[in-house]
């Protein structure tokens, strides 16, 4: 199995920034991708972007030129840099990693999903 721990969140102003960090533990030899999805209140939970194991990544759209996922193979670690926020990014972000190599944007059930660390940005 493989373990996540999230840290990183918290309160920024808008067009402020953020960095999330994601270490995976456990059986991180079964890795194909990482990435991060968030969850606002009452909508579903949506990914936000991942790369996979040759350093492709993938951005929904309303995230792309101003987040940018990184990876740390050595320490088996995904990162989220978040810059010109704004109130519409608050949401509960979430660390995951695909098990399967399937589309990273596509949710599978082998997949593991960290427990989320809050990032509110206020107008």
């Known amino acids: 199995q493989v373990q996540l721990e999230e840290s990183g969140g918290g309160v920024v102003q808008t067009g402020g920034s953020l960095r999330l960090s994601c270490a995976a533990s456990?059986?991180?030899?079964?890795?194909?991708?990482m990435g991060w999805g968030r969850q606002a209140p009452g909508m579903q939970r949506d990914v936000v972007a991942a790369?996979?194991?040759?350093?492709?990544?993938y951005y929904v759209d309303s995230v792309k030129g101003r987040f940018t996922i990184s990876r740390d193979k050595a320490k088996n670690t995904v990162y989220l840099d978040m810059n010109a926020l704004k109130p519409e990014d608050t949401a509960v972000y979430y660390c995951?990693?695909?098990?399967?190599?399937?589309?990273?944007?596509?949710?599978?059930?082998?997949?593991?999903w960290g427990q989320g660390t809050q990032v509110t940005v206020s107008s």
């Open positions: 790369i996979n194991n040759d350093e492709g990544t």
């Open positions: 995951y990693v695909k098990r399967r190599d399937v589309f990273v944007a596509t949710m599978d059930p082998y997949d593991v």
């Open positions: 456990g059986s991180v030899w079964s890795i194909k991708a």
